[in-house]
């Protein structure tokens, strides 16, 4: 189903639609681009959450930004290279000015920083997408959620997070 946007303002002309096979909702521009879509899951959980301060709290492990270069593959065998936005003992956000459909599994290789010669794996779902920038700040691509992660590379991850959300908290005051 497709619904015009019409007296929301900054977002007169849009389109919302309703995909009820998929269980998303998607946005798309005036001239019918999509700009965006969200499993309906996690619309529930951010409106049962109030506002999107109580839903970040939802997440079991705690994020920090840092770029890392990831090779990605998918099941069909379309390999791509690109950067992180945010890492996560959950997740990364991968930049994409092209990202693949929401839940499409991907086979990850990375290295961290502090192990530049160890070459880390993990399985991956696509648990979101971001179509276009938001607010110029904001880089199109996608949020995976790990599906398949050993957890020796786990707690890798959620160290390195720990530090650099130590190392800017200090920096700060």
């Known amino acids: 189903m497709k619904f015009p946007v019409i007296s929301t303002a900054g977002h007169q002309g849009k389109t919302i639609i309703v995909d009820a096979d998929l269980e998303t909702v998607a946005v798309q521009d005036p001239s019918g681009k999509l700009l965006g879509d969200m499993p309906w899951g996690e619309i529930i959980e951010r409106v049962v959450a109030g506002d999107d301060t109580a839903f970040a709290h939802c997440r079991a492990y705690p994020r920090a930004p840092l770029a890392i270069k990831v090779q990605c593959s998918t099941p069909d065998g379309k390999k791509f290279e690109s950067l992180t936005a945010g890492i996560g ?56 959620q790990f599906v398949d992660i050993d957890s020796k590379v786990q707690n890798l991850l959620v160290g390195l997070v720990e530090a650099l959300n130590r190392s800017r908290t200090r920096a700060q005051t």
């Not at 003992?89 to 459909?101: N, R, T």
């Not at 990375?110 to 938001?134: G, H, I, T």
Request: net charge positive; charged share 25%; aromatic share 8%.
């Open 89 to 144: 003992g959950g997740g990364l956000f991968i930049e994409s000015s092209s990202p693949v459909a929401m839940g499409t599994e991907l086979s990850l290789e990375f290295s961290l920083p502090d192990r530049p010669l160890e070459k880390l794996r993990a399985k991956a779902k696509v648990a979101w997408v971001r179509n276009k920038p938001e607010r110029y700040l904001l880089f199109p691509g996608m949020g995976v």
